[in-house]
């Protein structure tokens, strides 16, 4: 059973940057695609990048250009540079096996999720 741990949220200002980690353990990691989720308050979860395990990425409209996904196979680790956060990025953000033929399907359990705060 794969567990997600994600890491490297805080409060930021508008413009600001940071760096979200998710650490995978309990199963081989790189077949894998990995995505990152979101939540707002008040609102569903959401589709926010994806990366197949051959490194191929996608992004949801409103990050491109300013997120960029990558990962670490040898750490198990899957990250989200942020860059040019705005308030409405604002949101706990999740990570999650999902499948390269449906990048926006998760395939396990949620982890914890951490929260990215954008100040105006």
């Known amino acids: 059973q794969v567990q997600l741990v994600e890491s490297g949220g805080g409060l930021v200002q508008t413009g600001g940057s940071l760096r979200l980690s998710c650490a995978a353990s309990?199963?081989?990691?790189?077949?894998?695609?990995m995505a990152w989720f979101r939540q707002a308050p008040g609102k569903e979860r959401e589709f926010v990048a994806a990366?197949?395990?051959?490194?191929?990425?996608v992004y949801t409209d409103s990050v491109k250009g300013r997120f960029t996904i990558s990962r670490d196979n040898a750490k198990s680790t899957v990250y989200l540079q942020m860059n040019s956060l705005k308030p409405e990025d604002t949101a706990v953000y999740y990570c999650?096996?999902?499948?390269?033929?449906?990048?926006?399907?998760?395939?396990?359990?949620w982890g914890q999720g951490t929260q990215v705060t954008v100040s105006s």
């Open positions: 309990g199963r081989t990691f790189f077949p894998y695609a």
């Open positions: 999650n096996a999902v499948l390269a033929s449906n990048i926006k399907q998760p395939q396990r359990s």
């Open positions: 990366i197949t395990g051959n490194v191929n990425t």
